[in-house]
């Protein structure tokens, strides 16, 4: 044993030796036992996922049979995009995109309408609510499930919920699937759905179409990798309806529009079951009355079979349906209907190539479809072969009538407002989804509307006893248009009730005119003479007497003077007092005087000479309609805006040595300068060149000497020819007008120069010069470019040698200015016009006015002096019954103070005297004395004056003449009556103011039972 150990070596340990325990032997130790290796583990992944794509395709092919899961979900999830109409703004809504039906309805819009709506005093009364599912489904960019309109249109009701107006496009609809001729649906199914109306699955989605899609996919794929391919269609009838309904400009324009197609259109064929017959019978009807068809000239869009068959072949859709009911034998008109028919199928594919480039090619698709139809059993051989040989007419000439006017007038006021509140044209608001209320009375409307047409006739009129003096001769009834506008105050403003006149014209008279209406002009002078007086007595009525008497007042200012005597005189005196005094202050109603006005010297005359030797007060004289009172008067309150105050331009003409002349001088330069070319902006603002001289010619009287001096500083580089079509337009024939083009060359004179010789403004002509060479200045650029001439002007003014001549050149500019002053009274009271003839003539109607206008400032007096607005949609309804549907209507109007009290009181009284003792008494004939009732009349003749160069009239022409009554009836009706003749006719007729009051008394056995039964702003 000892040499067996002996015969062992040492093994000396290294560094990368085991750890000794391990290197150690022991015979006593057993070896470890023999484990068997593990089995490698059995692999039932990959049949796990065979098995799963089995039945997945099992799955699928069985959902492909019956549908169940898919129609489960849709249906399901459908419930749960819900919306609810709620008063108020909506806190959860998404108006779609720039679909082509969405903005032909209106509803892409509706978000900018509700801004502006409301900034014109509408009210957001109710709107829908969505969930929070549709909130964001529609976010998502998927279009919300509703049953959509397939003939919307615009809707006009009157007050009483009668249709005044109804437009509805398409024209035509079939109303159910089963009125639908069967030839009609197999011609539309064999070319884009053959299996949709399948009955062997009720749950089918119409959505997909596996074969039909499968192929479109495999063409792209085709395409997309460079192999020739023709392209295949994917869509099916329900996704064609999202596309042209909803997606942008009607085309799919890649995978996530296709992908809100297929979504939005699986949504709404499952939306109210999970059964889809119904749905795939309502996607062919719908389809079927809303495919776009290109459009025609004579009726624009065209949209759906119906109205396509009218439109492109001049066909009855209604004959072409009941004739493709009809079987065997054929006749020819039904081998031409069945052919036009599947012409418009056939053409949807690109209507604007196949309808009007492409017929051609579309005749011989027809015929191919036809032999397909054929032999497949889809029509009769005989029917087949009698289309094909037909040959189609088109016919785009034909009108479609969509719309019933059941009132002319009013629906053309109502459709011209929404019109102008909605911006949009008369084609585009027809075939919006809104209904919209007015406040026209229409039984009332009708009533009216028949009295004014019958008077044209000679028994009707002569009964209406309008064959007198002043009034009209036998003959002459048929050629006068009347035109009459009734208003009701209400607390949500002043509603039109009535608005007619007996013409069958678009045009309104009352509302959208600017005439000469004569001795009415009367009643603004008379409404900003009391306001003056309202002014003074707020100024001075509370000043102790003594301080009265030391007050500096320029003589010409005679209104002041009064004032400050009689508040001397009667201390303490209220307004309402002092008004009745002021009325009674007199003015002589001599002609014989001359007045400086216009840059001129004018006389003025009476109606009636009687009158010329009286003296009346100011009542009397707007009672009986005197001229030259009011002339005086009016000469009174241009000289109270130049003379009075502190800072009135009586300044500039009452003290030559003042040493702080100079100074005063800039600072009144630079002030008035700027106050008076921001009027003439506003003045010129948003016009054409042309407009602008027209605007300025129309704007005083014109005689060559001045149009020639204003238009050649105007326009420096107009042509001799240029000019002398001009003048020869303004004033006919002349051999003088090179003359007076060498005359009043560019360089020939000064601005100021210029100015007083055309009796403008200097700054008007500056600006109207400025605006020709820069016509995209702003007016904060304009201001800065007139900083010289704004000097220059005043002061060039008092250097003048001749002191009357310098305060005549002064006295016609401020005259202009005093005119703007009072342009701004009288616009603040709804005048509508942007200037005033700066002439004492204005007082007479030399500036016109618009007889609407004037019943407006009417509603002011009989609403003690507030301003309401005039109401003529009082409710707007969008989108009704959609998810869109907002309702705006007038919430009570917010009255606007423009006139004291106690000056409309005093009005409201003097317009009862004119009806009791003035011009309007022929009134008490036909009206019942104890109805509160006042009114103005006027007579205007307007005429074309020509003058030669001196201003010498040499020829006068008469364009219109008109005749206005306008009035108050009872607490709160108002309106206005005009009586209208145009053109040449007009020499021959010589018809005053009684010629409306004759036509008013003669429709008091209308006017009277309404007013008396209708309760305050309440419809009859």
Not at 334 to 355: E, G, K, N
Not at 387 to 393: E, H, K, M, P
Not at 413 to 430: G, I, T
Not at 618 to 627: G, R
Request: overall charge neutral; charged content about 20%; glycine content about 6%.
């Amino acid at each position: 044993m000892s040499a067996e150990r002996g015969s062992n070596f040492r093994t000396e340990p290294t560094l990368n030796a085991e750890p000794l325990l391990k290197r150690m032997r022991f015979d006593n130790v057993r070896e470890t036992p023999y484990v068997t290796p593990p089995q490698p583990p059995v692999r039932y992944l990959r049949w796990l996922l065979l098995l799963l794509l089995i039945l997945l395709i099992l799955a699928v092919y069985q959902e492909s049979r019956n549908h169940f899961y898919q129609s489960t979900f849709w249906h399901w999830y459908a419930g749960k995009l819900t919306y609810e109409v709620k008063p108020g703004a909506a806190t959860q809504i998404t108006f779609p995109g720039p679909g082509p039906f969405d903005q032909r309805f209106g509803y892409s819009t509706l978000p900018q309408w509700s801004n502006s709506l409301q900034q014109q005093g509408f009210s957001l009364s109710a709107q829908s609510h969505f969930s929070t599912a549709l909130q964001r489904y529609s976010q998502y960019g998927f279009y919300p499930p509703y049953r959509e309109k397939n003939q919307p249109g615009l809707t006009v009701l009157g007050c009483q919920q009668d249709t005044l107006y109804q437009a509805r496009y398409p024209g035509y609809q079939f109303a159910t699937p089963h009125q639908v001729a069967p030839a009609i649906v197999a011609a539309l199914l064999f070319v884009e759905d053959r299996s949709l109306l399948a009955p062997a699955h009720p749950r089918a989605n119409p959505v997909l179409n596996i074969p039909r899609l499968g192929a479109a996919v495999l063409s792209q794929l085709q395409r997309a990798a460079g192999i020739p391919a023709a392209a295949a269609g994917g869509s099916t009838l329900a996704t064609q309806l999202e596309k042209y309904r909803h997606s942008p400009h009607g085309f799919t324009s890649g995978t996530k529009d296709k992908f809100h197609q297929l979504v939005s259109a699986s949504v709404r064929s499952y939306a109210e079951s999970t059964y889809t017959l119904a749905s795939r019978q309502r996607i062919v009807l719908d389809y079927l009355n809303s495919v776009p068809l290109a459009a025609t000239a004579g009726h624009g869009e065209v949209h759906g079979l119906g109205d396509g068959l009218q439109a492109w072949f001049g066909a009855d859709p209604a004959a072409v349906n009941a004739l493709l009911w009809q079987g065997a034998p054929y006749n020819t008109q039904q081998a031409l209907a069945l052919r036009q028919v599947l012409a418009l199928i056939i053409a949807q594919r690109r209507p604007s190539y196949y309808l009007v480039q492409g017929r051609r090619d579309l005749e011989q698709l027809i015929s191919a479809h036809l032999v397909l139809m054929q032999q497949q059993g889809i029509i009769d051989k005989e029917l087949a072969d009698l289309a094909i040989q037909q040959q189609l007419t088109f016919q785009t000439q034909h009108i479609i009538s969509a719309a019933t006017d059941h009132d002319f007038k009013a629906s053309t006021m109502a459709r011209s407002r929404l019109a102008y509140l909605l911006q949009q044209n008369l084609y585009q608001l027809d075939r919006l989804d809104l209904t919209a209320h007015t406040t026209i009375d229409s039984k009332l409307q009708q009533a009216v509307s028949r009295h004014l047409q019958q008077l044209g006739q000679y028994d009707h009129a002569a009964a209406a006893g309008l064959f007198a003096e002043r009034l009209l001769r036998p003959g002459q009834q048929d050629k006068v248009r009347y035109s009459f506008t009734l208003y009701q105050s209400s607390d949500s403003g002043n509603k039109v009730r009535l608005q007619t006149d007996n013409t069958d014209l678009p045009f309104d008279l009352n509302d959208a005119s600017k005439l000469e209406l004569g001795s009415t002009a009367k009643l603004r002078v008379l409404v900003s003479y009391l306001e003056i007086i309202a002014e003074l007595h707020r100024l001075y009525a509370d000043e102790p007497a003594d301080t009265l008497q030391f007050l500096d007042i320029a003589p010409q200012d005679h209104l002041t003077a009064w004032a400050v005597q009689y508040l001397t005189q009667q201390p303490g005196s209220n307004l309402s007092t002092m008004l009745q005094a002021a009325l009674q202050r007199r003015y002589s109603a001599n002609p014989k005087e001359s007045f400086f006005t216009g840059g001129g010297l004018h006389t003025f005359s009476n109606f009636n000479k009687d009158e010329d030797k009286l003296n009346p007060t100011i009542a009397e004289a707007l009672q009986l309609s005197i001229n030259l009172p009011f002339v005086r008067l009016l000469q009174d309150m241009v000289n109270y805006s130049i003379y009075h105050g502190e800072n009135s331009s009586y300044q500039l003409l009452k003290d030559d040595d003042n040493p702080q002349r100079e100074q005063y001088l800039r600072r009144f330069a630079d002030k008035e300068g700027t106050t008076y070319l921001r009027r003439f902006w506003q003045k010129y603002q948003a016009k054409t060149p042309a407009q602008r001289l027209d605007t300025f010619i129309q704007s005083s009287r014109q005689t060559p000497d001045r149009l020639a001096a204003a238009y050649l500083y105007i326009r420096p580089d107009s042509t001799p020819a240029q000019f002398s079509a001009l003048m020869q337009q303004q004033f006919g024939s002349s051999n003088d007008w090179q003359g007076l083009y060498l005359k009043y060359q560019p360089d020939a004179f000064s601005l100021p120069d210029r100015a007083y010789l055309s009796r403008s403004h200097p700054l008007e002509l500056w600006l109207l010069a400025y605006l020709q060479q820069q016509p995209d200045a702003t007016l904060a650029e304009t201001v800065a470019a007139s900083a010289q001439q704004r000097q220059e002007i005043y002061q060039w003014l008092f250097k003048t040698r001749f002191r009357s001549a310098r305060d005549n050149r002064i006295r016609s500019m401020l005259e202009i200015e005093a005119f703007w002053d009072l342009h701004q009274r009288w616009q603040r009271l709804g005048y509508p016009f942007e200037y005033l003839v700066p002439s004492l003539a204005t007082a007479l109607g030399s500036s016109g006015d618009r007889p609407a206008a004037l019943a407006e400032l009417v509603g002011i007096i009989l609403n003690e002096g507030k301003q309401l607005p005039t109401v003529r949609i009082d409710q707007l309804d969008f989108a009704v019954d959609t998810p869109y549907e907002s309702r705006f209507a007038r919430p009570p109007a917010r009255a606007i103070q423009v006139m004291d009290t106690e000056v409309a009181l005093t009005v409201r009284q003097l317009l009862q005297q004119v009806v009791s003792t003035g011009t309007a008494r022929r009134l008490q004939q036909g009206f019942n004395s104890t109805l509160l009732q006042g009114g103005k009349t006027g007579t205007g003749d307007n005429r074309l004056v020509k003058l030669n160069s001196r201003g010498q009239q040499i020829s006068s022409k008469a364009l219109n003449r008109t005749a206005t009554y306008v009035f108050y009836l009872g607490a709160s009706h108002f309106g206005v009556l005009t009586a209208y003749v145009a053109d040449e006719t007009a020499e021959h007729f010589s018809f005053t103011s009684a010629l409306p009051l004759q036509v008013l008394n003669s429709m008091a056995p209308i006017l009277v039972p309404y007013i008396e039964q209708t309760a305050a702003g309440e419809c009859r």
